[in-house]
């Protein structure tokens, strides 16, 4: 059950691998390879060929420990079980029997050999999902091959160095190899026939014979303990994987290196895949990359050909750009900007790393650069000169340099806007740092505030300083600043609990506004005047910048305030703090309509501008958390909650949650029923305008819908019945004798309507009432033939007439159904006004009718309102 009545977990993004290696399938019909990679509790499947995610696996109990892959299916397992799939999105089989968690899988012709962390070998019968053979090691397993031409046979690694081949049809173990005091970490069969290739922890890779038990060569490489080891063939090539990320190509030919990606990843490199009759070789590390090299350098090396990637560090900062809701951009505390896709993996990309000269990062290795610049710790983008120049500033962490990106190129800018006074080195300038920033509407200015009290303005096109306010210092450390949609104020404000508002041209103070407390942070709404303040005692104030007075107060949060959001139509507040809570606050009704709790703090969120989603960024995560919005195709009741018996909300994972989909209502809640009536207060019919709107102008409605040609008389009819006057079609056979059968002409009546008769019988309210209910019903013609045979002209008489006025003058004084008897009264009146001012009763009835005008006491009670609100604006 979700603890939030607004937001459903969607999914989660920027998500692509972890520790758990790669693996490779060659699909026949596809006539490609698909790289399969692990995201915790789930699996994405890539194409070999355009590097595109083609599908995420259902979601695990726990997250998957080991996984493995043949033509047919994907396996993975999560604690003691082991699943396969089918397409990676459809469960095929179940295996159950292993008592401890599962730590290497692999497949084997139709069988599937799995082990655990206590040494029990099982094969599996894959169709079946029965166990085929058992078999309990004597050592703790850590790698596991099959050596080509060895029918029926598995080589298999331990952390104490040495090697077993066992035969896993008859389940005995045929030799073991000594080993080389170091554990092997990797194996993997080499092109040469009884050739293995050994990686071991130390190390060093062997090349080592089995038939003979003899070593050929070996190697030995500086990065580290050998991850993983594939080979070109084509070219005889062996590649190794090292824990420093950088991945070594050797020669076997020659019997040394060939060439080296340096730093190939940020983490170790766990998965190492080269694939077969193409020169591309896939790798995959523990942070969060994918990768494909090509080998078409020149001298033989390769270069990096497709790449899918996030942030190998949390992101410290997320915000929507644009007006379409699709892409989010990203700051992490790996130093670099990306943008997420929310409609397609395809569209995310990098803006590179934050470096302090481009042009010489180039030239060196990039990844080990001492010119990278500190992390992003916050910034703020405007659309409207996305083409002409850079459009995001981003402040970074514990440097007074400001940096500019631009959306449109992809790329970072190449303006760093740092004031003179920062750039000496003086004592007294060490430590100050930028703090915040906003970049105007207009996309021409950004405004940045620093930890020693100033604030600059700086032009964004050309990079040149355009003022500073204050004299010299405007606060004693700025944390936040803002400027209005005309480029007409600047709010600032700082950690001496004012809040002072300036000309933005003039750069002169126009007046302070003092708080409660410091202020921590700003949050914005660009299309209205709010501006939400979180103060360092964790409330919130909204301030008004056109009248520059708080206009709401919302208290609730334990712990410092992290990041807020206003929804597109400036209705709610949502906001989030290190308490775990996010909370979202109902500005006009100036209450907490809903708390989500999560496992770990919410460290950045923004608001989509189409409001489908809420995008969240968590301390310790690596992901960006999308969360679906309920209210848009379902009727939430969003009444005034408290904190009380709410339950920790996970966080969305990789894939589509289906639920969100469906976006169920949680059957607990209560949903507030409306009164049929607050006293003291007139009440619609709710019937549709076209029931009453057209009762007034039937006649020109009829006259313009009148068909063109008169309609054809009907064929002579053999008999006819007379019928009585009235809605309800009946024959009155009164007057016909049922023996005589030779009865043709019935002279007419003239007869009273049904609800003519009713209305004459009418004496009590809920008579009344029932009448007219019964015209409620009624279509506009019926009603317009019913009011208008009330005259005596028409067959009524002045008795119905003012029985009428009575049944009018009864729904007008319980104040319910107005729009329709006011409708009803101008029809009336429409017809019948002549007939009714030669009846001096008549008269008396409309006199006491329009004594109980509603509308006056509504029109009153907005004027009250109205001057209320206006006088409240004003003082």
């Not at 509603?854 to 009153?860: G, K, R, T």
Request: net charge neutral; proline share 4%.
């Amino acid at each position: 059950m979700s603890s939030s009545k607004i937001f459903l977990q969607n999914r989660a993004l920027g998500y692509v691998s972890n520790e758990i290696p790669l693996v490779t399938r060659y699909i026949n019909l596809r006539r490609e390879n698909l790289i399969i990679t692990c995201v915790g509790r789930a699996f994405h499947t890539y194409s070999s060929d355009r590097f595109q995610l083609l599908s995420v696996s259902p979601q695990h109990e726990t997250d998957i420990t080991c996984l493995a892959a043949d033509s047919y299916l994907v396996y993975t397992s999560c604690g003691n079980q082991i699943y396969a799939w089918r397409r990676g999105i459809e469960l095929k089989h179940t295996y159950t029997g292993h008592k401890a968690a599962i730590k290497l899988l692999f497949p084997f012709a139709v069988n599937l050999v799995s082990i655990d962390e206590s040494g029990a070998l099982k094969i599996w019968d894959v169709k079946t999902e029965s166990i085929y053979k058992e078999i309990q090691l004597d050592f703790t397993a850590t790698a596991i091959c099959h050596p080509p031409t060895y029918t029926n046979k598995l080589l298999i690694g331990s952390a104490e160095g040495k090697l077993q081949l066992w035969n896993i049809k008859t389940g005995t173990m045929i030799h073991e190899f000594k080993g080389w005091n170091s554990c092997v970490t990797s194996l993997e069969p080499a092109p040469a026939e009884d050739m293995m290739a050994i990686g071991l922890s130390n190390g060093k890779i062997i090349l080592h014979n089995l038939k003979f038990d003899v070593t050929n060569i070996s190697f030995t490489q500086d990065w580290g303990s050998v991850t993983r080891i594939s080979f070109l063939i084509k070219r005889q090539l062996m590649i190794t994987g090292s824990p420093k990320g950088t991945v070594v190509v050797w020669n076997l030919e020659e019997g040394k290196v060939d060439s080296l990606i340096i730093k190939a990843h940020h983490g170790p490199v766990c998965g190492l895949q080269c694939l077969p009759d193409e020169p591309l070789l896939v790798t995959s590390s523990s942070d969060n990359s994918l990768k494909m090299w090509r080998f078409d350098m020149s001298d033989g090396s390769a270069s990096l050909f497709k790449i899918r990637e996030g942030h190998f560090k949390p992101p410290v900062s997320i915000r929507f750009h644009g007006v379409d809701g699709a892409s989010i951009l990203s700051s992490g505390n790996d130093s670099s900007l990306r943008v997420f896709n929310t409609i397609t993996e395809i569209a995310n990309k990098s803006f590179g790393r934050a470096s302090y000269n481009r042009k010489a990062s180039k030239k060196k290795n990039k990844w080990a650069d001492p010119l990278i610049m500190p992390p992003i710790s916050t910034f703020t983008s405007e659309t409207t000169r996305d083409k002409e120049w850079d459009s995001i500033v981003a402040v970074h962490r514990g440097i007074p340099t400001v940096t500019t990106w631009s959306f449109d190129k992809s790329k970072m800018g190449e303006h760093k806007l740092c004031h003179e006074r920062f750039k000496k080195n003086v004592s007294g300038q060490k430590g100050i740092s930028a703090t915040c920033a906003c970049l105007t509407h207009c996309g021409n200015f950004a405004v940045i505030g620093y930890s020693s009290g100033h604030i600059d303005k700086y032009n964004i096109q050309s990079g040149l300083h355009r003022g500073t306010y204050g004299q010299p210092i405007a606060h004693k450390y700025v944390r936040g600043v803002y400027v209005d949609t005309l480029n007409q104020i600047m709010v600032s404000g700082g950690s001496d609990t004012f809040l002072q508002f300036w000309n933005f041209k003039k750069l002169n103070l126009l007046s302070k506004m003092e708080l409660e407390d410091t202020v921590s942070l700003f949050s914005w709404h660009t299309e209205s005047s709010f501006l939400a303040v979180a103060l360092d005692n964790y409330d919130i104030c909204l301030v008004d910048i056109d009248t520059r007075t708080i206009v709401r107060k919302f208290t609730g949060h334990r712990g410092p305030l992290t990041d807020m959001a206003f929804s597109p139509d400036s209705r709610w507040l949502v906001t989030s703090a290190m308490d775990s809570t996010i909370r979202t606050w109902d500005i006009p009704s100036s209450s907490m309509i809903d708390i989500l709790k999560v496992d770990t703090p919410c460290v950045s969120l923004t608001f989509s501008p189409t409001g489908s989603y809420l995008a969240t960024a968590h301390a310790d995560r690596l992901g960006i958390y999308l969360w679906f919005n309920k209210t848009l195709y379902n009727h939430v009741s969003l009444r005034p909650i408290t904190e009380e018996d709410q339950i920790t909300e996970p966080l969305p994972l990789t894939g589509i949650n289906q639920e969100s989909l469906e976006c169920p209502i949680d059957e607990d809640t209560d949903e507030y029923i409306s009164k049929v009536q607050i006293e003291n207060t007139i009440t619609m019919s709710g019937l549709n305008d076209a029931r009453w709107q057209s009762i007034l102008n039937l006649d020109a409605v009829k006259k313009r819908n009148k068909p063109l040609q008169p309609p054809k008389a009907p064929a002579a009819a053999p008999f006819f019945l007379p019928t009585i006057q009235s809605l309800d079609f009946q024959f009155d056979l009164k007057g016909v004798d049922k023996n005589d059968s030779n009865t043709k002409v019935i002279p007419e009546t003239l007869m009273q309507t049904v609800f003519a008769q009713q209305l004459l019988k009418a004496s009590s309210l809920n008579d009344y009432q029932v009448l007219f209910d019964q015209l409620k019903l009624m279509g506009p013609s019926a009603l317009n033939y019913e009011v208008r045979s009330l005259s005596p002209e028409a067959g009524g008489t002045y008795e119905l007439m003012v029985k009428f006025l009575e049944l009018l003058k009864q729904t007008s004084t319980n104040n319910k159904d107005f729009e329709l008897s006011q409708s009803y009264l101008g029809v009336f009146l429409k017809y019948n006004g002549r007939a009714l001012a030669q009846r001096p009763e008549a008269i008396n009835s409309i006199e006491q009718l329009s004594k109980h005008n509603a509308w006056e006491q509504l029109q009153d009670n907005f004027l009250l309102c109205l001057s209320i609100v206006e006088y409240m604006k004003n003082n």
